[in-house]
T-cell receptor, first 114, second 114 residues
Framework: AQSVTQLGSHVSVSEGALVLLRCNYS??????LFWYVQYPNQGLQLLLK??????LVKGINGFEAEFKKSETSFHLTKPSAHMSDAAEYFC????????????FGGGTRVLVKP | KAGVTQTPRYLIKTRGQQVTLSCSPI?????VSWYQQTPGQGLQFLFE???????NKGNFPGRFSGRQFSNSRSEMNVSTLELGDSALYLC?????????????FGPGTRLTVL
């Protein structure tokens, strides 16, 4: 069965500092991996996705993630945090064995300090 | 293109009642999925419909049901509401059933059960 673990339910960063959100997955077959962001009282917005092409994936708003098969990880980074990055971030996995449904991690809430 | 729309945005019901939520997918998308989001359980998959057929189902009791119409619009119904059904219900659409397809989320319907 597929699963996702996000290390750290809350992360606090200073404006201009590196943002690093960790995601580890478990999947019995090659996975598709996604990062979504959720702002208060809104739905989920796709930041980026890995679909077995390049292992380094670039997304919107300056975010990127690297797929590391040996570590079963798909960590999300942004070199310089902005106040507008304050939100909750979700890592998700889908694979054919699970009917391509999305399985989400528990989420990481990011606080950006001025 | 218009995004995924969900109606109503907010609902207040009492225990024992039933509720119907509606989702209109992005034009041309034939798959609609439903997710429940709660602080305790996080984001959980309910079911997915494609071409009016349920293709995948999560681990929820039979009180939760759904359907899809020929225009791809979908409804989900919860009967005999319980306090624990209070949640944000998110609908997502995608073009087909491929694992690499991005799921686009609506703003959600916030259901409060009193």
């Amino acid at each position: 069965a597929q699963s996702v673990t996000q290390l750290g339910s809350h992360v606090s960063v200073s404006e201009g500092a590196l943002v690093l959100l960790r995601c580890n997955y478990s999947s019995s077959v090659p996975p598709y991996l996604f990062w979504y962001v959720q702002y208060p009282n809104q739905g989920l917005q796709l930041l980026l996705k890995y679909t077995s092409a390049a292992t380094l994936v670039k997304g919107i708003n300056g975010f990127e993630a690297e797929f590391k098969k040996s570590e079963t990880s798909f960590h999300l980074t942004k070199p310089s945090a902005h106040m507008s990055d304050a939100a909750e971030y979700f890592c998700a996995v889908s694979d054919e064995a699970a009917g391509n449904k999305l399985t989400f991690g528990g989420g990481t809430r990011v606080l950006v300090k001025p | 293109k218009a995004g995924v729309t969900q109606t109503p945005r907010y609902l207040i019901k009492t225990r024992g009642q039933q509720v119907t939520l509606s989702c209109s997918p992005i034009s041309g998308h034939r798959s609609v999925s439903w997710y429940q989001q709660t602080p305790g359980q996080g984001l959980q998959f309910l079911f997915e419909y494609f071409s009016e057929t349920q293709r995948n189902k999560g681990n929820f009791p039979g009180r939760f049901s759904g359907r899809q119409f020929s225009n791809s619009r979908s409804e989900m119904n919860v009967s005999t509401l319980e306090l624990g059904d209070s949640a944000l219900y998110l609908c997502a659409s995608r073009p087909g059933l491929a694992g690499a397809d991005t799921q686009y989320f609506g703003p959600g319907t916030r259901l409060t059960v009193l």
